[in-house]
């Protein structure tokens, strides 16, 4: 196929016109472009990677058919992928050269269209000197909606400040496996507790005018044996009761405007070429108008991985009809394989124009079809000479105040606060390494790590700094004891003679994230079980074995069988990657400077092995006569405990019935009978013991963090419409069933502290998607 390149379009310009509607304006445009240069806008390029390197997304050096982005911007260009999350770069000399290559991009291509620019965001911007802030997972162990939608609404505004217009951001993938490597980029276990978070984050990145974009669409984190881009073995049912529910609330509340399709392939459909779940589910049923794009790499993957197309050509009609708008990183399939597909009659132009469309609609909505727009952002404003900082001090503060409220303190024999301690020796693999703090998609450990040359552009104190910090006057020893993965016990003297040597021992370990196997924890760096990685467990029992109490701190990025700590460690604090400020918030909980209030966003397993397994089980998933291997967990989801103690009475329900389509106020009240200040979080759980098809024995419907000060009492009140207790049934439609139900709450998914047993009434209802699916919670001041 020979392809000229067309003359610069310099008369029509209507679809600048502001007084014509977006519609009209977009019209114009595709009325005035050749196929190439529609194609053009329907993907990114990935300028700056190196093919020798190592990769930041599987199969990059593969998929590479070596598109220049001088060849490639007088037709146009979709998008630029990751001007700043390639490779260390300078915050104004990263904005500095986007300006440039938006300015080359718009005088090569006859309507001067610029491209629309996306970056990673799921731990804060991936950016060097960018603010690294807690995992996803951090961000379901705060179960703090409000908190999260701050944090994201600082990430868009440095992005937009640079010229950034789309985050990548957030996971809403629900954990089924945690020996998955991707855990530590999830929210949690639970698809209510994922939905309420990634909404927030939704809504606080596009406050700020970055498009966000929802992923992995869908069922990705439910791969054979956690395989990453395994098979997915699950049922309709599953799909649709545990998996979708979270980008369903997205969608209709969050205000989203992308989605980002899953490499997964679920009963053999890949998610990149299913039509039922990217059109008629997204689009038909729930209302998408935004954009879909393409997970890297993820339509070639089609033809590579999949196997259900011969030719990049056919993988190209067969994601473009399905409803994938936007092929990222760079162009394999939707270049001249789509090009040729259409001339040869294979694939109808219309899906191209239906496609452009809302790439267009998009790009007018971000003002990158108006006539005065700029490619010089707000951080360059002042001129030649701008200084831009990525890690300001609020955010940096903001940064520390997630990490504490995402400790989780999961037992305590009376060791903590420490109280002056003369000594402690520091002790574990990952007590004095910056990078274990962090989760795989940040900067310093997704792309700092492969130039040890430079800086990590962060200030990331250590455990061991913080320790240090926080206890100036205490004699503060160290000794790694292991390496996070590799073997060898040479450490392991050191280690015993430090801790008999100390008043106490804080021995931190876990994982160290990174990519495709180069990482205990991260994506590709899946787990064969859910034993502590290398001999971690060696040096744990080894040191508990001795005379000096250990407080246990586990910072990864998945849950780990944590050996005999629960029986036997003085205290156990677990961390999910908890960020540049997570060194502090860990020693700020040791001393008492923060009480922490943490809650478990997956469970903690007793042993290593029988998985998966997750709190959302129905009975026959449960400990029972019927099998040798009981699945009960060390600690359930939703568990963690602070420094004070309170104190649940007086519960009331507005009625002991239910209509189906009622709603019902349930009320308690919550008193600190402690000596300090806290938060207890009060989690409503639903047993619905008979149903037309088998149910979890409990599931969140519903959570409040509740603060009070010694001796103050807050009545908490949900008002629970019936819809929360919906389900899909044994026809695949969500449906409200009359009969007997439990509201059951709790201090966790298995501390349950009163129950309320109602009676729904009335005909079975069948619900969609504009059902509401909240409890809506009211904090009042108690007696």
Known sequence: MTISHPPRERARRAWQDPQRTPDERVDALIEAMTLREKVAQLHGLWVGTDPDGPGVAPHQTEMDNGNSFDELI??????????????????????????????????????????????????????????????????????????VREMATRIGAGMRAVGVHQGLAPVLDVVRDARWGRVEETIGEDPYLVGTIATAYVQGLESTGIVATLKHFAGYAASRAGRNLAPVSMGPRELADVVLPPFEMAVTEGGVRSVMHSYAEVDGVPAAANRALLTELLRDTWGFDGTVVADYFGIGFLKLLHGVAGTFGEAATAALTAGVDVELPGPAAYVAPLIDEIESGRCDEAHVDRALRRVLLQKLELGLLDADWSPVPSALAAGEGARVDLDPPQDRALARRIAEQAVVLLKNDGLLPLDRPRSIAVIGP????????????????????????????????????????????????????????????????????????????????????????????????????????????????????????????????????????????????????????GGPALAGVL?????????????????????????????????????????????????????????????????????????????????????????????????????????????????????????????????????????????????????????????????????????????????????????????????
């Open 430 to 581: 990952t007590a004095d390494d910056p990078i274990t703090l962090l989760g795989c998609y940040s900067f310093p450990a997704h792309i700092g790590v492969h130039h040890p040359e430079l800086p990590l552009g962060v200030d990331i104190p250590t455990i061991l700094d913080a320790v240090r910090a926080e206890f100036p006057d205490c004699d503060v020893t160290y000794a790694a004891g292991c390496h996070v993965s590799e073997p060898g016990t040479d450490g392991f003297a050191e280690a015993l003679a430090n801790a008999a040597a100390a008043d106490l021992v804080v021995l931190a370990l876990g994982d160290r994230s990174g990519l495709f196997g180069r990482g205990t924890s991260g994506e590709g760096c899946d787990a064969a079980s859910l034993q502590l990685p290398g001999i971690q467990e060696e040096l744990l029992e080894a040191l508990l074995d001795g005379p000096t109490p250990v407080l246990l701190v586990v910072d990864s990025g998945r849950p780990y069988a944590l050996g005999t700590a629960p029986q036997r460690a003085a205290g156990i604090v677990q961390m999910f990657f908890p960020g540049e400020e």
């Open 591 to 783: 001393s008492g400077r923060v009480n922490p209030s943490g809650r478990l966003p997956v469970s903690i397993p007793a042993t290593p092995y029988g998985q998966p397994w997750t709190y959302l089980s129905q009975k026959l998933a449960l400990a029972s006569e019927v099998s040798n291997l009981d699945p009960t967990p060390a600690y359930p989801f939703g568990a963690g405990i602070g420094y004070t103690s309170f104190r649940w009475s007086e519960l009331t329900v507005s009625g002991d019935r239910l209509a189906t389509d009622g709603s019902v106020e349930v009320s308690l009240t919550v008193e600190n009978t402690g000596d300090r200040a806290g938060v207890e979080v009060v989690q409503l759980y639903l047993h619905d013991p008979v149903a037309s098809v088998t149910r979890p024995v409990v599931r969140l419907i519903g959570f409040a963090r509740v603060p009070a000060e010694p001796g103050a009492a807050v009545r908490v009140r949900f008002d629970m419409p019936a819809s929360v207790t919906s389900f899909i049934g044994p026809d695949l439609t969500r449906i409200v069933e009359p009969g007997e139900i439990e509201l059951r709450f709790g201090t966790s998914s298995a501390d349950i502290r009163r129950t309320a047993v109602l009676t729904m009434t009335g005909p079975t209802l069948v619900l969609d998607h504009t059902r509401d699916r909240h409890c809506h919670v009211v904090l009042e001041p108690g007696r």
């Open 74 to 147: 007088p037709y146009g260009l979709g998008q630029l992928t990751r001007v700043f999350g390639t490779r260390p770069v300078d915050a104004a000399e990263g904005a500095a050269a986007l300006v440039r290559a938006q300015q080359q991009l718009v005088a090569a291509n006859r309507f001067g269209i610029p491209a629309l620019v996306h970056e990673e965001c799921l731990a804060g911007f991936t950016a060097w000197g960018a603010t690294a802030y807690p995992v996803p997972l951090s961000w379901g162990a705060t179960f703090d909606p409000d908190l």
